[in-house]
């Protein structure tokens, strides 16, 4: 398909063009060629005639020769009689005397004559057939004052001419119809060139499109081809990069969702089995309670990814004191901090920063990096939550003295899906979630790193100007 069309396309633009070009160049020449031999033709008529009517000039103006007489002398012996017949005309247009020695009875059919008489000019010419010969006539009108004898004719035939005149054009056709094999040549070699590859990326990006994202194209040339080759291959790589962290993020989040639902049905088991006393029941229930918290929550989350997804992600603005929200998320942790051996520093900064803002939302996302910095340090490291109040930003920085993101992975952490550590429980969309939430507050939320040193997650939100305050 591709080759016929761009092969068609070709032939209707550039092969229509030459074609065109040469077509005008060999009729051109053919013009300008029959020009040139017939105006060789028509000066050595000329010539001659100018001679010969020197002569007659001559014999009138000499009264011891006889005029007629000398005129016919001239005409039979006529040098050129091999190759141009000479005729005197009389009056009438009858051919008096001829060089080709057979005088005609009846009268020759002249358009140079009658063209010299009416012109004005005292010559006339001629070209065309006559008897199926085609001849150049040349009449001149003699000027001897000689009453019988009106003009001199010279007739050549042009048969030879035109001969050597298609000679010289069959030739020209031959270099042009050469110069046209010869583009069609390397122009079929040079397309053939383009098909060929892009039929061989139309097939790969084909099976690619059809799940096979271990194919890949081998470069040929270091062109524009050489760059889609890699382009297509980069492609393939993403895809394949792209699925692989789909699948783990639907083992992820599977696995996820069984760890709470394994203890919330385990408790239920044990709280139906009949034989609970009060402490036992309280326990079984506040796991209960908090895995399900956990489950909604998570359920959530992907919801919230998913409206991310497909642009149904909407925000709720309102007013929003950014200080009381960020204190209420800290202090949510501080209970599980205790539990795990993490400490959880916290100074609130005085007076409250207002915002429009999503309340639940701006809220989710200090709960988010909070969890991330306690989920993903150890047992006796620190979480240090700062806020500052700076003139038209709140900033709020999350430190923490964990495990840290390697180099290769942080410019990769706020992408969907993407997990840095497989060994820690995460769906890997929630620093995608927060990503989103934070710029559509007009914020921006970055990530510094050292691979077993700790990170810092720094976001910074902007501020109502005339209600801030300290
Ligand atoms: P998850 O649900 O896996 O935590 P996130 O989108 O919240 O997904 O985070 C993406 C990845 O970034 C995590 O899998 C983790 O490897 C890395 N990461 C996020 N926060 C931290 C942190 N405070 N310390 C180290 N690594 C982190």
Redesign the pocket.
């Known amino acids: 398909m591709a080759i016929k069309q761009l092969t068609r396309r070709w032939l209707y633009n550039s092969f229509a063009v030459i074609l065109a070009i040469v077509i005008t160049l060999v009729l051109a020449s053919a013009a300008l060629v029959r020009a040139y031999y017939y105006n060789n033709v028509r000066q050595s008529m000329m010539s001659q005639a100018n001679y010969v009517d020197s002569l007659l000039m001559r014999y009138s103006e000499d009264s011891s020769v006889d005029y007629y007489s000398q005129l016919r002398r001239t005409v039979e012996d006529f040098e050129l009689k091999e190759r141009m017949e000479l005729m005197a005309i009389g009056l009438n247009g009858q051919v008096l005397v001829t060089s080709s020695g057979f005088e005609p009875e009846d009268k020759l059919y002249m358009p140079d004559f009658e063209q010299a008489k009416e012109s004005g000019q005292s010559t006339g010419e001629f070209i065309g057939s006559v008897n199926q010969e085609k001849i150049m006539a040349i009449t001149m009108l003699t000027d001897s004052g000689n009453q019988e004898v009106e003009a001199m004719r010279y007739v050549v035939s042009l048969t030879l001419v035109d001969q050597q005149i298609v000679k010289v054009i069959a030739l020209v056709t031959i270099v042009g119809m050469a110069i046209l094999l010869f583009v069609i040549y390397s122009s079929s070699y040079f397309i053939s060139s383009i098909v060929n590859p892009v039929g061989r990326i139309g097939e790969t990006a084909r099976r690619i499109a059809q799940g096979d994202l271990s194919v890949r194209l081998s470069k040929a040339n270091d062109d524009e081809i050489g760059d889609l080759c890699d382009t297509i291959n980069y492609m393939a790589e993403e895809l394949s990069a792209t699925e692989q962290m789909k699948n783990e993020f639907i083992s ?1 989040v599977s696995h996820e969702l069984r760890t709470p639902l394994t203890a919330i049905k385990g408790w239920g088991e044990t709280l139906t089995s009949g034989e609970v006393d009060q402490e036992m029941l309280q326990k079984g229930m506040h796991v209960i309670l908090s895995e399900t918290e956990r489950l909604s929550s998570m359920v959530e989350e992907l919801l919230d990814f998913s409206r991310i997804q497909n642009g149904r992600f909407t925000m709720n603005f309102g007013k929003v004191d950014i200080v009381a929200e960020l204190s209420d998320a800290v202090l949510m942790f501080s209970e599980r901090a205790r539990r795990d051996n993490r400490t959880l520093e916290y100074t609130e900064p005085e007076g409250f920063a207002v915002m429009q803002a999503d309340r639940n939302r701006l809220r989710q996302v200090f709960v ?2 909070i ?3 306690l ?3 150890d047992s006796g490291d620190t979480v240090t939550v700062t806020a500052n109040l700076l003139p038209g930003s709140f900033v709020v920085s ?1 430190a ?1 003295t ?4 390697s180099p290769e ?1 942080l410019p990769k ?2 992408t969907k899906f ?5 060994t ?11 990503d989103e939430i934070v710029r559509m507050h007009g914020g921006s939320l970055d ?1 510094a ?1 050292k691979l077993g040193e ?2 810092t ?1 720094t976001i910074t939100l902007p501020l109502l100007q005339e209600e801030k305050s300290s």
């Open positions: 992820s988010n990096i969890d991330n910095a989920k993903y340090s999350v923490d964990g495990i840290g993101i992975d952490v706020k993407y997990k840095a550590n497989s820690r429980r995460g769906s890997g969309i929630g620093l995608a979630v927060a990530i790193s700790g990170t997650v």
